[in-house]
């Protein structure tokens, strides 16, 4: 069984379309996460929701939208796509606190033309 | 604020060399100390961690200390492999105002030629 599922795993879409990516995990955490990488590898946290609630909301366009319905899914909404949000997106879990492991998805590779 | 650098890529080493890649760190609070690998196409996966001072993580041949007095946590395998090369990310998590949010590294590229 697949922990942390993230779909769609690629996605081409044009300028000023509006597109989302869903996040599931199945290991009983109680916190997510939406983090991009750029093509240089670096990764930079976006959000972060504990039980549902926003925690982190680090300095990202208000075109980012996360949804969490519930606490073990975590939707990241992206409305009116532009060139530099191509990138690969990755969910991941954990349970809050500082020794514990996150589990990452498999990542989003999101290409804007 | 809390921060992670670690030794920039790429590492570029024959089979059977010996690896090190360095990692130094600043936190506010007493950390927890981690390595994640990311293989090509796929996303992170931890690869060992430490708790707390002077505990070595190890898993798969790989190995760091916690090391407090010197802010490092570098990580060290004896004989690397071609199936080796990933990017290998150090992380910590500080629990320092009860977030717990990990810091990752800018990543190291690893390539091992046969």
């Known amino acids: 069984d697949t922990a942390v599922s993230q779909t769609p795993k690629y996605l081409v879409t044009q300028m000023g379309n509006d597109k989302s990516i869903k996040c599931e995990q199945n290991?009983?955490?109680?916190?997510m996460y939406w983090y991009k990488q750029d093509s240089k590898k670096f990764l930079k946290i976006m959000f972060s929701?504990?039980?549902?609630?926003?925690?982190i909301n680090e300095t990202v366009p208000n075109r980012f939208s996360p949804k969490s319905p519930d606490k073990a899914h975590l939707n990241l909404h992206i409305n009116s796509l532009e060139l530099g949000d191509s990138a690969v997106y990755f969910c991941?879990?954990?349970?809050?606190?500082?020794?514990?492991?996150?589990?990452f998805g498999e990542g989003s590779w999101l290409t804007v033309v | 604020g809390d921060s992670v650098t670690q030794m920039e890529g790429p590492v570029t080493l024959s089979e059977e060399a010996f690896l090190t890649i360095n990692c130094t760190y600043t936190?506010?609070?007493?950390?927890?100390l981690f390595w994640y690998v990311q293989y090509p196409g796929e996303g992170l996966q931890l690869l060992l961690k430490?708790?707390?001072?002077?505990d070595k993580g190890s898993n798969k041949g790989f190995e760091a200390t916690y090391r407090k007095e010197t802010t490092s946590f570098h990580l060290e395998k004896g004989s690397v492999q071609v199936s080796d090369s990933a990017v290998y990310f150090c992380?910590?998590?500080?629990?320092?105002?009860?977030?717990?949010?990990?810091?990752f590294g800018r990543g190291t590229s690893l390539i091992v030629h046969p």
């Open positions: 992380a910590l998590s500080d629990p320092k105002g009860g977030s717990y949010i990990p810091t």
């Open positions: 430490a708790t707390k001072a002077d």
């Open positions: 929701y504990n039980n549902k609630e926003l925690i």
């Open positions: 290991l009983g955490h109680d916190t």
């Open positions: 936190a506010t609070g007493y950390p927890s």
């Open positions: 991941a879990s954990s349970l809050r606190a500082s020794g514990n492991t996150i589990y």
